[in-house]
T-cell receptor, first 109, second 112 residues
Framework: GQSLEQPSEVTAVEGAIVQINCTYQ??????LSWYQQHDGGAPTFLSY????GLEETGRFSSFLSRSDSYGYLLLQELQMKDSASYFC??????????FGKGTRLSVIA | SAVISQKPSRDICQRGTSLTIQCQVD?????MFWYRQQPGQSLTLIAT?????????ESGFVIDKFPISRPNLTFSTLTVSNMSPEDSSIYLC?????????FGSGTRLTVV
């Protein structure tokens, strides 16, 4: 089976940096994805890590350590519009994504 | 990336009735999935919709309750049958293409 653990809630101040961690247990692993979902919206793709290390896309970065079964999403220069739920998801090849329970990020002024 | 048109976007249904949700993709895709997202929860896979054959259901989901059709490589439907208030959720289709996973905009279902 597969399981992913991430914090349920995080609160951070506008302009700050926040890190959302994700640990996983899986039989078969290709990579770790991150999705953002605003209330009432569909999940949108943020990043994918297939190899160890840091991937940077603008204000968002994602990190993976395959040996530690661990990854994180780093959000810099937080904006109010970043308030949303963030899901890590394991990709195991041509199979459906398995999602973590999600982290609700609240950005406050 | 693939573009998905999902309909309806929302509906309010009476218990005991059925609702069919449609997903149309702008390109041919082999892998198509249906997820359920209960209020405040994560996405749970219902089934993989296989073109030309029966869908593959996850534990806890059965064909009689959630029949799925996949007549071709660009279209699929999910029916939520004999609905009860516990079926109130967001239902999302997803496809895997050369560009990765893409999600439909979701169907917000309320059963009263």
């Amino acid at each position: 089976g597969q399981s992913l653990e991430q914090p349920s809630e995080v609160t951070a101040v506008e302009g700050a940096i926040v890190q959302i961690n994700c640990t996983y247990q899986t039989s078969g692993f290709y990579g770790l994805s991150w999705y953002q979902q605003h209330d009432g919206g569909a999940p949108t793709f943020l990043s994918y890590n297939g190899l160890d290390g840091l991937e940077e896309t603008g204000r968002f970065s994602s990190f993976l350590s395959r040996s530690d079964s661990y990854g994180y999403l780093l959000l810099q220069e937080l904006q109010m519009k970043d308030s949303a739920s963030y899901f890590c998801a394991v990709y195991s090849g041509n199979t459906p994504l398995v999602f973590g329970k999600g982290t609700r990020l609240s950005v406050i002024a | 990336s693939a573009v998905i048109s999902q309909k309806p976007s929302r509906d309010i249904c009476q218990r005991g009735t059925s609702l069919t949700i449609q997903c149309q993709v702008d390109s041919q895709v082999t892998m198509m999935f249906w997820y359920r997202q209960q209020p405040g929860q994560s996405l749970t896979l219902i089934a993989t919709a296989n073109q030309g054959s029966e869908a593959t259901y996850e534990s806890g989901f059965v064909i009689d309750k959630f029949p799925i059709s996949r007549p071709n490589l660009t279209f699929s439907t999910l029916t939520v049958s004999n609905m009860s208030p516990e079926d109130s959720s967001i239902y999302l289709c997803s496809v895997l293409s050369d560009y990765g996973y893409t999600f439909g905009s979701g169907t917000r279902l309320t059963v009263v």
